[in-house]
């Protein structure tokens, strides 16, 4: 996979994140796409460029407005690249900062695929029990579990697997498949079976059903500060492509 992404290879990777952690609302404007929703998922509620570079800070102040009339507060997903920097000096001007770096990480479909030969993780193509019941186990936020799963099962296009052992799921994931992409989301592990490599068996499962449809990349998104998760994407197969923050306002000025 050749890295930096294209302008096309960006676009569709925003769009398909759209789809998989599909908001209630949303709309482009002028190379943003804005999604709309009042739930605590940060890619469902967030504006996002369409490509790095070659954007006016002039759209900041219309985007912010849409927000506010849907009663939301407005949050920038941003890349941490030099062809916005104009529009971060911009959000600086307005009042924001960036907040919880993130990874968007890309790898070879077959890489994923073939980290794993066990066929126990099962896919549904729609939400089912046993994958829903894992985000909100026990040690998980029981608020942010439950918008997740509202987010997730809006999806288009994709996926649903778990993973379950002696009647108890222990492992979900989501993947969906769309703009020429594949990609995972909602990777979870009960607090109780970690460290067993049952993450790695459902990405392998979704992977593999990716080749099915004929779709050669994938990607994800992970917290820069989650050590144990960047851990399993590495072996995985999976190399940064770019960080970004999530710009909230803190103060007007």
């Known amino acids: 996979?050749?890295?930096?992404?294209?302008?096309?290879?960006?676009?569709?990777?925003?769009t398909s994140t759209r789809d998989a952690v599909a908001p209630p609302a949303h709309e482009t404007l002028d190379g943003w796409l804005l999604s709309y929703d009042a739930s605590t998922v940060g890619r469902a509620k967030s504006a996002v460029p369409l490509r790095h570079h070659s954007l006016s800070p002039a759209a900041l102040p219309d985007i912010c407005t849409r927000y506010a009339q849907r009663g939301l507060k407005p949050i920038f997903r941003l890349a941490d690249v030099a062809g916005l920097a104009d529009v971060q000096a911009e959000l600086r001007r307005l009042g924001f900062a960036p907040t919880q770096a993130t990874l968007v990480q890309v790898a070879p479909t077959a890489t994923v695929a073939g980290q794993s030969t066990s066929t126990a993780a099962t896919c549904s193509p729609t939400p089912t029990q046993h994958w829903a019941a894992v985000y909100t186990a026990p040690g998980f936020d029981p608020v942010d579990g439950q918008h997740r799963l509202q987010a997730l099962s809006r999806g288009q296009h994709g996926v649903y697997a778990s993973l379950v052992q002696d009647g108890q799921p222990l492992c979900a994931g989501t993947a969906v498949y769309s703009q020429g992409w594949a990609s995972l989301h909602g990777l979870r592990t009960a607090v109780n079976a970690r460290g067993q490599?049952?993450?790695?068996?459902?990405?392998?499962?979704?992977?593999q059903e990716a080749l099915r449809r004929g779709l050669t990349e994938t990607f994800l998104q992970v917290e820069a500060e989650n050590t144990a998760a960047l851990a399993l994407y590495q072996r995985a197969g999976f190399v940064t492509a770019w960080r970004y923050h999530y710009w909230r306002e803190f103060c007007v000025p």
């Open 1 to 14: 996979m050749d890295l930096p992404l294209t302008d096309d290879a960006i676009a569709r990777l925003e």
């Open 197 to 207: 490599g049952l993450a790695a068996q459902l990405m392998a499962c979704l992977a």
